[in-house]
């Protein structure tokens, strides 16, 4: 019994990492896709937008993704299309992806 439920919570376990690990994967193509044209992350990609591999020391991931769906509320000049219509696994991943950046 105890057994089972050992096996059980290390089954668990795995499949939430593996989900994790696979969020974060998915995460890193949305920005390849959709962010590198502008963004630079660790060196490599566009200059048009700021550097984005510490992007989570100056921003909460409310804020990022407030600047994604809605770029020119903080900056009505932005040349930042809005990605309001990402789905939610893609924002999810990207923002888990942004957010372990460093
Ligand atoms: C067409 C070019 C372009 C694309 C594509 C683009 N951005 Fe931007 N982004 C900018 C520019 C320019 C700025 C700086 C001006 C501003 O704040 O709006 C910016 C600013 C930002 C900021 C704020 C940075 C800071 O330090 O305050 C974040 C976060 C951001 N972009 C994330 C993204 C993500 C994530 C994607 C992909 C889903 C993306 N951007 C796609 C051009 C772009």
Redesign the pocket.
């Known amino acids: 019994m105890k057994r089972t439920v050992v096996m059980l919570a290390a089954f668990a376990a795995m499949a939430f990492l593996a989900a994790a690990a696979q969020a974060a994967v998915k995460g890193e193509e949305?920005?390849k896709s959709?962010?590198a044209?502008?963004?630079s992350v660790k060196g490599k990609g566009?200059s048009?937008?700021?550097d984005?591999t510490k992007?989570s020391s100056?921003?909460r991931e409310n804020d990022?993704r407030m600047?994604?769906e809605n770029?020119k509320k903080?900056?009505p000049s932005?040349?930042?299309?809005s990605?309001s219509t990402?789905s939610k696994d893609d924002m999810t991943g990207?923002l888990g992806y942004?957010k372990n950046l460093k």
């Open positions: 949305v920005f959709r962010c044209m502008c963004h566009g048009l937008g700021p984005l992007i100056r921003l990022i600047k994604l770029p903080g900056n932005s040349m930042m299309p990605f990402l990207l942004l």
